[in-house]
């Protein structure tokens, strides 16, 4: 079955304490991407990846890390979380073209405390 | 830049009442837009897509939108509305550069009520 799997869920932190969400797509895509949701302001793009060791930061990258070393995953890194990014988060993957749909994975609930 | 706005961050109808959900761009080159729905706990799935061609589009689960360059919308709607259909709904828009870089809106939440 084509999915994009991110694990966890949820995850309950304090402030400073290094943590990765983890994302995989098993449809051989090339541009990955993730997203946080906070209410009333939809879906904004932290950081994508046309392909392998490729990446780029998108509208609120400040205060994450990703990388691209294999085709299939792309984690996202905050290396000292802060309470500001509580949030929903979405890994999304597609083919490389602009008119492509994005298969999002099921997101992870992350509370910084 | 593109950007998209969604007026009403919630919409209520009846069940069997006509569905419309506002969507409103900007962009100064011809845009892609999409509809996603996001029903609770998961992911967000592709609705509908407009990319060339044919201006009225047609996606899943009876939804379909209008492209409108001279107002430049595309609005979703659904003549009938069923419970299933509570969820919250986004519009977006492809930046300009080629690349797949879409742009949300805020999101619009519908209510069905019985």
């Known amino acids: 079955e084509a999915q994009v799997t991110q694990n966890p869920r949820y995850l309950i932190t304090v402030t400073g304490k290094k943590l990765t969400v983890t994302c995989s797509q098993n449809?051989?895509?090339?541009?990955m991407s993730w997203y946080r949701q906070d209410p009333g302001l939809g879906l904004r793009q932290i950081y994508y990846?046309?392909?392998?060791?490729?990446?780029d930061k998108g509208d609120v990258p400040e205060g994450y890390k990703v990388s691209r070393k294999e085709k299939r995953n792309f984690p996202l890194i905050l290396e000292s979380p802060s309470p500001n990014q509580t949030s929903l988060y979405f890994c999304?993957?597609?083919?490389?073209?602009?008119?492509?749909?994005?298969?999002f994975g099921s997101g992870t609930q992350l509370s910084v405390l | 830049a593109q950007s998209v706005t969604q007026l009403g961050s919630h919409v209520s109808v009846s069940e069997g009442a006509l569905v419309l959900l506002r969507c409103n761009y900007s962009?100064?080159?011809?845009?892609?837009l999409f509809w996603y729905v996001q029903y609770p706990n998961q992911g967000l799935q592709l609705l509908l897509k407009?990319?060339?061609?044919?201006?009225l589009v047609k996606g899943i689960n009876g939804f379909e939108a209008e492209f409108k360059k001279s107002e430049t919308s595309f609005h979703l709607t659904k003549p009938s509305a069923h419970m299933s259909d509570a969820a919250e709904y986004f519009c977006?828009?492809?930046?300009?550069?080629?690349?797949?870089?879409?742009?949300f809106g805020q999101g619009t939440r519908l209510t069905i009520n019985p």
């Open positions: 999304a993957s597609s083919r490389a073209t602009t008119n492509e749909k994005l298969f």
């Open positions: 449809m051989n895509h090339e541009y």
């Open positions: 990846s046309m392909n392998v060791e490729v990446t």
């Open positions: 962009s100064s080159v011809p845009p892609y």
């Open positions: 407009y990319t060339t061609g044919a201006t």
């Open positions: 977006a828009v492809t930046r300009s550069g080629g690349a797949q870089k879409l742009v």
